[in-house]
């Protein structure tokens, strides 16, 4: 059985300067920053799409991104978990499984 799952991430309006100092994703490295919300925005059109794609294609789909915090006790940068992220993640997808794969 395939699972696809939306991408979390840390932005968000009003972040904190150590959550913004944890950001990488939002440059292009040659001095040139993204603002946060077109960040947000992309990746909401994003999962938004993988989100409808599998739902045409009776995907199984777990819309991960509404579950984590946005929060550094998750993310250690822009959408990649520390280890209390994974945990927690491991989680969240162990309760989806035993939920939507009943001869799991």
């Known amino acids: 059985t395939v699972l696809f799952a ?22 292009d ?4 920053f993204y603002p946060v919300d077109t960040m947000i925005d992309s990746i ?23 579950e984590v915090p946005k929060s550094l006790d998750f993310f250690y940068d822009d959408m990649h978990f520390n280890e209390n992220g994974a945990k927690f ?6 309760g989806f499984i035993k939920n939507e794969i009943r001869e799991f």
């Open 44 to 66: 909401n059109k994003f999962n938004s799409k993988l989100l409808d794609v599998c739902l045409k294609k009776d995907i199984l789909c777990f819309d991960l991104e509404k």
């Open 6 to 27: 939306t991408q979390p991430f840390l932005w968000k309006d009003n972040m904190s300067e150590a959550e913004d100092s944890a950001l990488w994703m939002t440059t």
């Open 89 to 94: 993640v491991a989680g969240k997808f162990v």
């Open 29 to 32: 490295f040659n001095g040139n």
